[in-house]
């Protein structure tokens, strides 16, 4: 089992940035790739950002390409998602989970483990 805490979500402005931390614990939270999803009122979850469990490149779902940026800190059992420039778009409540599929995994079916949720609003 994987153990999955998000926390960074809040309230900014157009144009603002939020960093989300997403901290693991329990199994080798090594071993797995590390996704990021939001999900906004009325809407299907949506894949945001993974990041593989080593070697790799991150991979980012075309909307946030240039403004987000996955990372991660395996001695820390952490990953991060920075988020810049956000606008009202971006509002949502982000989640983080942990898949072991073949990498990029982008469907929410194909994560193992996931975390509670952080809520990121964003007002014009």
């Known amino acids: 089992q994987v153990q999955l805490v998000e926390s960074g979500g809040g309230s900014v402005q157009t144009g603002g940035s939020l960093r989300l931390s997403c901290t693991a614990s329990?199994?080798?939270?090594?071993?797995?790739?590390v996704g990021w999803f939001r999900q906004a009122p009325g809407k299907e979850r949506e894949f945001v950002a993974v990041?593989?469990?080593?070697?790799?490149?991150?991979y980012y779902v075309d909307s946030v390409k240039g403004r987000f940026t996955v990372s991660r800190d395996n001695a820390k059992n952490t990953a991060y998602l920075q988020m810049n420039s956000l606008n009202p778009e971006d509002t949502a409540n982000y989640y983080c989970a942990a898949t072991s599929r073949i990498y990029p995994a982008t469907r929410a079916y194909e994560y193992t483990y996931w975390g509670q949720g952080t809520q990121v609003t964003v007002s014009s």
């Open positions: 329990g199994r080798t939270f090594s071993s797995y790739a």
């Open positions: 990041i593989p469990w080593s070697l790799g490149n991150p």
